[in-house]
């Protein structure tokens, strides 16, 4: 099996036990060979417990698909106190909003277990995009289903506070 078959499969094992809230990336009708595609234009990061991944405002246009591990992301409350505002697990992806908007991150996200995640670059992406137009485009929407369950659970914790 080729390495990137090996990240196929490790990233679908972390899918098997589907992220909470519908956050699991979706892309049921990708076979091997697309998602073997799309991790060849990735690089494995670990992650040990406690060390930071993503600081807030940092200008980074990366998105990191979550292999195994817990991460959690925080944001800053009233100007002074940390809060967590997401776990997320194993088959969901963090750093969406900047890969997706160019912009600074708008939260800091860290290792609460150590972790192994796939980064792909927006310049990888771009490259993944020319081979594959219309994989490229199922990749986008299933990022904005992500993007559109996270909003859906922060409006329906705000209603519950």
Not at 107 to 121: C, F, G, Q, T
Request: proline share 4%.
């Amino acid at each position: 099996m080729s390495e990137s078959a090996d990240r196929y499969s490790a990233f679908l094992r972390g899918m098997a036990d589907p992220a909470p809230h519908g956050e699991t990336l979706l892309l049921p009708q990708w076979q091997i060979a697309d998602w073997s595609s799309l991790f060849s234009h990735t690089q494995s990061v670990q992650v040990v417990r406690g060390r930071v991944l993503i600081e807030k405002d940092a200008r980074e246009r990366a998105l990191y698909f979550v292999v195994s591990g817990l991460l959690e992301v925080t944001t800053i409350l009233g100007g002074m106190a940390m809060a967590a505002i997401a776990k997320i697990r194993p088959g969901s992806v963090v750093g969406e909003l900047s890969f997706l908007d160019g912009q600074p991150r708008s939260a800091k996200v860290w290792a609460i277990a150590d972790s192994e995640l796939y980064r792909l670059e927006f310049a990888a992406y771009e490259a993944f995009a020319d081979e594959h137009p219309r994989k490229a485009c199922d990749l986008l929407l299933a990022l904005g289903g992500v993007v559109s369950m996270r909003l859906r659970n922060t409006l329906a914790q705000r209603g519950r506070a």
